[in-house]
Nanobody
Framework: QVQLVESGGGLVQPGGSLRLSCAASGITFSTSTYAMSWYRQAPGKERELVAAITSAATNYADSVKGRFTISRDNAKNTVYLQMNSLRPEDTAVYYC????????????WGQGTQVTVSS
């Protein structure tokens, strides 16, 4: 069974940093085979795209540009989200998402990891 397992969430103070990890099992990915993304969802709000990485580019939500960095290590089958200068409004459940670039264009969601930034 395919699984994406997030880790690294927790409670931090404003201005602090966290690095989230997403470890994939049941699949192996490379930059060319899967596009990887991080989404987040706060209570009462819609899920939003935070960052994405493909073979060609990285993209970020305006709210996190300059503070967050997405990266991937294909050898470890893991994608990361480095989160710096955290703000209370970054508080959310963060989800890892993988989308295949080729047929059958499969997609997978992780279970989520809680990030809480206290003021």
């Amino acid at each position: 069974q395919v699984q994406l397992v997030e880790s690294g969430g927790g409670l931090v103070q404003p201005g602090g940093s966290l690095r989230l990890s997403c470890a994939a099992s049941g699949i192996t990915f490379s930059t060319s085979t899967y596009a990887m993304s991080w989404y987040r969802q706060a209570p009462g709000k819609e899920r939003e795209l935070v960052a994405a990485i493909t073979s060609a580019a990285t993209n970020y939500a305006d709210s996190v540009k300059g503070r967050f960095t997405i990266s991937r290590d294909n050898a470890k089958n893991t994608v990361y989200l480095q989160m710096n200068s955290l703000r209370p409004e970054d508080t959310a459940v963060y989800y890892c998402y993988a989308k295949g670039a080729r047929f059958p264009y499969a997609y997978y969601w992780g279970q989520g990891t809680q990030v809480t930034v206290s003021s």
